[in-house]
């Protein structure tokens, strides 16, 4: 029995190596979205710089590690094999949950993830000691939490969330007062100044989190402490000075200085704070094997007093991590995905909206909107028009493709991402908090976002819902780490060795699917064909791109009704669901189309506007499609869904035929279009008259099947459904063709 708790090391391990990558591929949103959003340094400067802090805040991050030993639970009230069973549901359930919110591309709190695994996992294993007890109550749940230390904790982590967000948008609405966005002109006269405060912010968290883990900072720990207001004077007159060195003497751009140290400054934060979230587990876990190990002592009989002692310094350990942590930061596609979210929510002016809107952020768009209405009123007319006008700016209205490979935000918004979520981050380090770098960062950047009104009326409600479903996803992070930690000690407690086996295989295999099912994703949306949005200035570019739209969808039509036939004959719900999938898609790229018809008419040649007429009604007929289409595969898997009667033979027979037909016309029409062949268009005009009568005979047909020998309602009204939209269908796609046919033929003279 005594060989399972080596094996457990083992696993654990393996476990903080896994926990290490998907937690950096989550974080890393944390110190590189404000140089990537801003665009002030090449992406490969960028990382050299964050890995450089990475690594040098791993190695001097062991002061943090107390946190996994003693912050949530009373260690000296647990034996040596409860201790283990804890720590391996723990990593489990953090490994699991990390990697599944970096799937989705969702930043969440590795800080609020472990604390709340390690806390379900130690309530869990209170109430099973309880339980076993005979004179211990619920009431006792107390002497085994730290209960305080918890409180504190949470406290901070949730209260982090109010205060980044607020100090964010203040700090960076009277910064934009002073520079506007015109800031360029007054960057030249006093801007070395501005970046004098942002050094001493970014460099006070750094200068501290250095000292905080070297041998000889208990020597001047009390120095400190008692001069810290003249440290900060003295650090924010050399930064000055030093800025103006910079700016004046060797014409650099300042700014540019500030995001590169301010990077590297939240890169080293995240590290000497976070490791303990990947790490601290396995190390306490080794650190009490190896007390337990040289004493002689059952393992159920042996008191964790020991993990109450002062942490042992590890530095290898703590290499080989920040060793880790480097290479994923440079080889995880994830931790691009995650930043990707955090960029898009903060930018300025539009871009491509991930998020729908929702009630609670229509109301807290209107509230706000009504509010700031009313305080206009309240404030003077000439503050009133000094505030319009350093905050007048004139967006580059491009689409929001385009938009990508522009600056998400300028310098000032970018530095004072930095310097906020710097200071905060020190300040709460400070004071021995496991701040979550995910809340701060995340929240400083929207709060300076809605402070530059980066958040239109265009686009607020998209943003608002985003910044809502992140934080649900924190609280969500919260709820699931605690109770599935809690059931995955129960888990392991009951089962032991078999049980840890299972748990562990199950977690390499969901772990695996993710990746894969990520992988496969990032693929299909390189490799995926989608309809595209015009770029072109002339009436026969705007021609030749809608044929190749027109085709695509031609082409997914054929697909999606074939799909929809062979879901119906042969009752397969994954062909529904494939064509349910697939139709949903080719709505939402319509969509897209439509969005995107300001910026196509804006981008249009004078002589060529005429043309926007055309392109509009190619768009009309493509949504009408579409449209069609989802209707016939929505009351399709509806009918089979419910398990309702399958069609008689007569009615797939005929079904079949049609479909045959549908294809056929759609088959020449997707050629015609491809091939940019317009005059064969011709034949698919003909054709038309052909399957709209096989279509009316269908109709007939089935009236008299229904009076003489249908005895399904249910049957009925699914075909005549399907009958009649195909009819629709058809229609539509003939409009689309005689659009073309006639008015492209007519460009083309």
């Avoid at 003497?249 to 979230?277: E, P, R, Y």
């Avoid at 979550?436 to 995340?442: A, I, K, L, M, P």
């Avoid at 005979?697 to 009076?707: A, D, F, G, P, V």
């Amino acid at each position: 029995m005594d060989s399972i708790y080596f094996l457990i090391i083992v696993a654990l391990a393996i476990l903080a190596v896994a926990d290490l990558i998907v937690g950096v591929s989550n974080d890393a949103v944390n110190f590189l979205s404000s140089a990537l959003g801003s665009k002030a340094i090449s992406f490969k400067k960028i990382m050299i710089i964050a890995s450089l802090g990475v690594f040098i805040g791993a190695v001097f991050s062991s002061g943090m590690m107390e946190v996994a030993r003693k912050g949530i639970f009373m260690p000296s009230e647990f034996y040596f094999d409860e201790i283990m069973f804890i720590f391996m549901a723990v990593m489990i359930g953090d490994i699991l949950l990390l990697d599944f919110f970096n799937t989705l591309g969702m930043p969440t709190s590795t800080t609020v993830s472990i604390v709340f695994n390690l806390l379900g996992a130690a309530v869990s294993m209170a109430l099973i000691k309880i339980g076993l007890s005979d004179d211990q109550t619920i009431a006792n749940l107390g002497q085994y939490i730290n209960t305080e230390k918890a409180k504190t904790i949470i406290t901070g982590i949730l209260l982090s969330v109010i205060i980044s967000f607020s100090v964010g948008m203040l700090v960076q609405w009277i910064s934009r007062l002073v520079f506007t966005f015109k800031y360029e002109k007054k960057a030249e006269r006093f801007g070395f100044i501005f970046a004098g405060i942002c050094f001493t912010a970014i460099g006070y968290f750094i200068f501290y989190k250095g000292l905080k883990g070297t041998p000889f900072y208990g020597d001047i720990k009390e120095f400190i402490a008692a001069n810290t207001g003249l440290l900060i004077i003295g650090m924010f007159l050399f930064f000055t000075l030093l800025s103006a060195f910079i700016d004046k003497v060797i014409k650099w751009n300042v700014l540019h200085v500030v995001i590169g140290v301010g990077t590297f400054g939240l890169a080293l934060a995240f590290a000497g704070n976070d490791l303990v979230n990947f790490i601290g587990v396995p190390m306490a876990a080794y650190h009490s094997y190896e007390a337990w190990s040289v004493s002689g002592i059952a393992a159920n009989e042996f008191s964790m007093n020991v993990l109450s002692e002062k942490v042992p310094t590890e530095p290898m350990l703590l290499i080989i991590a920040g060793g880790i942590m480097v290479l994923t930061l440079w080889f995880s596609k994830k931790a691009r995905t995650v930043a990707d979210t955090s960029i898009n929510l903060s930018r300025q002016g539009d871009a491509e909206e991930k998020f729908k809107p929702n009630l609670l952020s229509k109301r807290v768009v209107k509230g706000s909107s009504n509010l700031a209405s009313a305080l206009g009123k309240i404030l003077p007319e000439k503050f009133n028009n000094r505030i319009e006008k350093s905050f007048s700016n004139e967006e580059i209205k491009v689409s929001p493709e385009k938009s990508k490979e522009l600056p998400a935000f300028d310098l000032i918004r970018a530095s004072i991402n930095l310097a906020v979520a710097g200071i905060l981050i020190s300040i709460a380090t400070s004071m021995k908090l496991p701040l979550s770098t995910t809340y701060v960062t995340f929240m400083v950047a929207m709060g300076t976002s809605l402070a530059d009104k980066a958040w239109g009326r265009e686009s607020a409600v998209y943003r608002v819902a985003g910044v809502f479903k992140v934080i649900g996803g924190w609280f969500a992070t919260a709820l699931v780490a605690f109770t599935a930690a809690a059931v995955l000690t129960y888990l392991i407690y009951m089962g032991k060795g078999p049980a840890i086996a299972i748990l562990l295989i199950l977690a390499a295999v969901l772990v695996v699917r993710n990746y894969l099912n990520h992988k496969r994703r990032a693929k299909r949306k390189v490799n995926f064909r989608t309809l595209r949005k015009s770029a072109s200035k002339t009436v026969q570019g705007m021609v030749d791109e809608s044929a190749e739209n027109i085709s695509l969808s031609l082409s997914r039509t054929r697909e999606i009704y074939s799909n929809v036939v062979m879901g119906i004959e042969d009752y397969d719900m994954q062909s529904l669901k494939k064509a349910k999938e697939s139709v949903t898609k080719f709505e939402e790229e319509v969509e897209e189309l439509r969005n995107h018809l300001f910026y196509f008419i804006k981008n249009l040649n004078e002589t060529s506007v005429r043309g926007s007429n055309f392109y509009i009604m190619v768009l009309a007929n493509l949504t009408d499609t579409s449209q069609s289409l989802e209707y016939i595969v929505r009351k399709s898997y509806k009918h089979v869904d419910n398990n309702h009667k399958h069609l008689s033979t007569g009615q797939l027979l005929d079904f079949r035929e049609v479909q045959r037909s549908l294809d056929s016309l759609l088959n020449d029409a997707e050629v015609a279009f491809k091939s940019k062949n317009f005059v064969s268009l011709k034949k698919c005009l003909d054709k038309k008259d052909e399957l709209l009568d096989l279509l009316s005979e269908k109709i007939n047909k089935q009236i008299s099947r229904t009076r003489q020998e249908e005895e399904s309602p249910r049957n009925t009204t699914l075909y005549f459904n399907l009958l009649i939209e195909t009819k629709n269908l058809v229609n539509d796609i003939v409009k689309l063709v005689k659009e073309y046919y006639y008015s492209a033929s007519e460009h083309e003279e």
